[in-house]
C-alpha cells in the first residue's frame, strides 16, 4: 500500500496539464460552435433551400441526436483505444462533413451532412472530460472542468455572432461551414502532431510509453533517435517504477463497445445523476431555441443582433462553470479533511469507497438549481415587446451562472463515479442529455405558439425543480449504490 500510495496520479507535468487542458477545451469547442453558429441564418436557410423554417428546425433537432448518439461509440472507443487516436478520427469526420456542407446546395445534403458534421463533432466533449479525468486527482478535478466547461461554453456566446458575421459578410450561409472546416483542419494537424495519449488504460500515469497511433508524430521523431536496447531498458523500469498503474497498462487493447453506455445508464446511482442532470439540461436547450426565435418574432431583431444577444447567457455561463469548479475544489478538500485525510484528500480518498463524495459535489448543486428555476420563471413573463430586451438579457445572464455551474457539478461526479471510463460515463449523459434536449427544442416553440412565453417557462421551471428530489435520492443513497457497483 505504501509503494502504491508513492505512486503519482499522473507524471504530465503542471503545465503539460493546462497544455492538455486547453487543448481539450479547444476541441470540445467545436460540438456546441457547429450548433449555435447555425441558429442566426436558419431563416435565410429556408428561403435559400425554398424549404419551410420547420424543416430547417429539422436539421438541428437531428444533429441533437446525433450529438447523443455518437459518443455512445466514440467514448468507448476512447476509453479502449485511448485518446489521441479517436481526437483525430472524430475531427476528420467533422472537416469532410463541412467541406460537404460547404459545396452542396440541397435541403437532403444539408439534413445528411448535418448529422454526420455532429457525429464527427460531439464525442469531443466526452473525450476532453476524459482527458482531464486522466490526468488529474479529484481534489483538482473540480478547477480543471470547471475551466473546461466554461471554456466549452464561450462557444453558444460567441457562434451565433460569428455566424451572423460570417453570413452577412460573405452574403452567404455556407461561410460558416468553411470556416468551421478551416478551424478543423488546422487543430487536427495540431492533434496530430504534439497530442500526447493520456488514457490511462494505455499509458497508466503516462509513465508507459505510447506506440503507434497512440503516440504522437513529435514523439516518434524523438524516440527515432534513441537505441532499441536503451528504449527496451527505460520501458522496463518504468513499467516497475509504475507499479499497479503500470499493470493496467499492459492489457491488450480491446474495441470499443457502443452498448458500454447503455449499460453504464443502467447503474442506479449513474441513472438518479442523469436523470436529474437531463431535466435541468432540457430546459437549458428550451431557453436556448426560444430566445432565437422569439427575438425575431417579438423584437424583430435582424440576425447579427440577434447573435450578439446570446453574449450575456454565455458569458454568465462561462463564469458559472469556473466558479462552480473552485467551489466544488474547496468543498472536497473540506470532506476530505473532516474525514481524517488531510486538506488535498491525498490518494487514500480515491481507494476508499466510504468517502462521500456525492455529498461532496452535490451540495452546492440544490441552490444552484432553485436560483435557476426563479430566474427562468421571470424571464418567461419579460419576455414580451412592451419590456425592453434588455431585461431578458440581464435575467439570462444570471441564469447562465447557476445553470451552468450545477452541470459543472455533475460532470465533476460523474467523472469521479467513473474514473477508470470518464469518457464513456461522460458520453452516457450525453446521450441521456441530448435526447431529451432534442425533445424539449423540437416542441418549445410549438408550446410557446399555444400558450405563450410565461406558462412555457413556468412548465420548464417545473422540470428544474423536479430534478431537486432525483438529486436528492442520489445525495442520500449514491454511496450505498456506488459500493454496490
Known sequence: TTASSAVPYSVFSKSMKRALCATATCSALFSP??????????????????VSVER???????????????????GSLADALGRRPVYILTFLVFVAANLGLALQGSYAGLLVLRMIQSTGSSATVAIGAGTIGDIVVPSERGSYMGIFSGGVMVAPAIAPVLGGL????????????????????????????????????????????????????LQKLSRRKQKKQQQQQQQ?????????????GKRKKRMGNPLRCLIIIMEKDIAVVLLGHALVYTGYYCITV???????????????????????????????????GRLLDQEFKRFAAKAGYGADGGRSVRQNPDF??????????????????ALTVVY?????????????LTLLFFNGLSIVGFFTCVQVLLVDLYPQESASVTASNNLVRCLMGAAGSALVD??????????????????????????????????DWRRER
Open 33 to 50: 460552435l457547429a450548433t449555435s453558429i447555425y441558429f442566426p441564418s436558419i431563416t435565410t436557410i429556408a428561403n435559400d433551400l425554398h
Open 446 to 479: 410549438i408550446v410557446v405558439g399555444k400558450i405563450g412565453m410565461g406558462w412555457t417557462f413556468m412548465i420548464v421551471a417545473g422540470m428544474d425543480l423536479l430534478a431537486i428530489p432525483i438529486l436528492l435520492w442520489e445525495y442520500v443513497k449514491g454511496g
Open 290 to 324: 426560444a430566445f432565437s426565435s422569439q427575438l425575431k418574432t417579438i423584437y424583430g431583431l435582424s440576425s447579427l443582433k440577434i447573435g450578439l444577444c446570446f453574449l450575456p447567457y454565455g458569458v454568465g455561463s462561462s463564469i458559472g462553470s469556473i466558479a462552480s
Open 166 to 217: 460570417l453570413s452577412e459578410s460573405n452574403d452567404s450561409w455556407k461561410a460558416q461551414f468553411w470556416f468551421l472546416f478551416a478551424a478543423g483542419a488546422v487543430l487536427v494537424s495540431v492533434l496530430f502532431l504534439w497530442l500526447p495519449e493520456t488514457g490511462r488504460m494505455i499509458v497508466g500515469n503516462g509513465s508507459i510509453p505510447a506506440t503507434g497511433w497512440n503516440q504522437s508524430l
Open 56 to 74: 430547417i428546425n429539422l436539421t438541428v433537432t437531428t444533429y441533437m441526436i446525433f450529438q447523443g448518439l455518437a459518443p455512445s461509440f466514440w
Open 380 to 392: 418567461g413573463w419579460t419576455f414580451r415587446k412592451s419590456i425592453s430586451y434588455a431585461a431578458p
Open 236 to 248: 522496463h523500469q518504468q513499467q516497475e517504477e509504475c507499479g499497479e498503474i503500470a499493470q493496467k
Open 356 to 373: 462521500p463524495i456525492e455529498r461532496a459535489r452535490l451540495r452546492i448543486a440544490f441552490p444552484m438549481i432553485l436560483t435557476s428555476a
